[in-house]
């Protein structure tokens, strides 16, 4: 059978050569604008474009021929070998251009922003050359709606963390609102595009100049968290564009297949089950939040409602932006800010973490096992959106959810290990894993950043960023002997 041959490596490298050709191409629209502001690095960007486009050709013609429908194995190696080779040549221009970074720190800028961390080891970012604050929004971007593809056509198949049953046959494709993978693909991309373009827009209505707006807009659609400025968007000081980013950041949390089905049907479309449960999971925790900056911190009213709500937008959508340095509000804010680290948006969006699916699934198994508990002969399902969830579903959830534990808890001892202290040991691996990007406390909080820890803890979390969002078993598979094994 197919499935016993040895992993045939070809198509795969084919792919990934493509995948670097199209960086590369990428890589000159920031050169363009270093360009046009004669900016003294501004051959850097075309140099890494050169040196990509090359390498990208190169394994292009090595691994030329047909490429037949790729199996399930290659499919793993692909997602896997894809977002290391891109950030592997991604980080060039972060050395060839201020601030010449060293390989560890550029490999991890680049692993954060393909993987829509915004955790960063830059400063100056203030008085930084636009190519260079481009280029890290644009890898934002593009890694946003990679792992959207990744999350509605890739995982599904692969059967990670119960994301089998967003598979396309039950999906609102089996309805013939988009008939063909390429379709569906197209109009997310489409709409991705569209969702980016009204934040920008709104930033620039709220104050911002049209490159911060831009610049932010795709930050903010791909939940990612880089801004262009050192302080996030507490320099802008605005309230306006503090709620164009919590709306943005929302919007970007959202599945996007959700609005290819709302268009389709002018509107008319209920919100899923996962979409309430993220309104209502940040709604909750802008409430609380708001009353205990109110009444406790002492900020007026509406300064704790949009501080509140566009902070823990930021958290639960992963994105990292911060409005305000929120670690100054006290321990019940720690702990808050620290437990939604791990709730994320939901699937089929560009949000990180453990996602709000997978956490219902956990409530309705809960909930089937205390039933059991009192009524042990009865015949108990689990029910999600109106269909009973399969059985495979359930324990793939469980299974991600333990291994996502475990992943969390030994990353947290490897990077204590390289010097780190406790708080940033613990909500370093957090933030990063998650995609969230700051942590807590002074050094890794949304005042600070990743600079001062030792190289060993960097690359750590840089494994954390890859592990945390290609779901783990995309990762670990290639860690088994009988993935290698004909």
Known sequence: MAANKALDVRPVLHIVGMLLVTLGAFMLVPGLLDLSEHTKDRGAFFSSSIITITSGVTLILAFRGEIKRINVRQTYLLT???????????????????????YVDAFFETMSGLTT??????TGLNTMDKGILLWRALLHWIGGIGIVAMAVMVLPVLRVGGMQVFRSESSERSEKLVPTARGLAGMML?????????????????????????????????TGGFSTKDESLAYFDSFAVDWVATFSMLAGALPLVWYVVLVRRHGAVRASSQVLALFGVVAAATMAMTLWTWTHVGLPFFAALTHSATNVSSVIST???????????????????????????CTGSTAGSIKIFRWEVLARAVRMQLRLMLHPHRMAVIVYEGKILQDDVVESVISYFFTYIVTFALLAVVVAAFGADFITSVTGVAATLGAVGPG????????????????????TLSLGM?????????????????FWRP
């Open 440 to 459: 807590l406390g002074g050094t890794i909080g949304p005042a600070g950043n990743y600079a001062s820890l030792t190289d060993g803890a960097k690359w």
């Open 117 to 122: 961390t915004g955790a960063t080891v830059m």
């Open 319 to 345: 994105t990292g932006f911060a409005s305000t340095d929120y670690t100054q509000w006290g321990t019940f804010a720690d702990v808050m800010f620290f437990l939604l680290l791990f709730v994320g948006g």
């Open 80 to 102: 896997t070998l894809a977002w290391l080779a891109c950030t592997a040549f991604g980080a060039l221009p972060f050395m060839f251009a201020a601030p010449h970074l060293r």
């Open 190 to 222: 489409l709409v991705y595009v569209v969702l980016s373009i009204i934040s920008m827009l709104g930033f620039i209505a709220a104050g911002m100049s049209v490159f911060d707006a831009i610049c932010h807009s795709m930050a903010a659609i791909a």
């Open 466 to 482: 890859l592990l945390g969002r290609l779901e783990l078993f995309t990762v670990y598979m290639l860690l088994t002997r009988s």
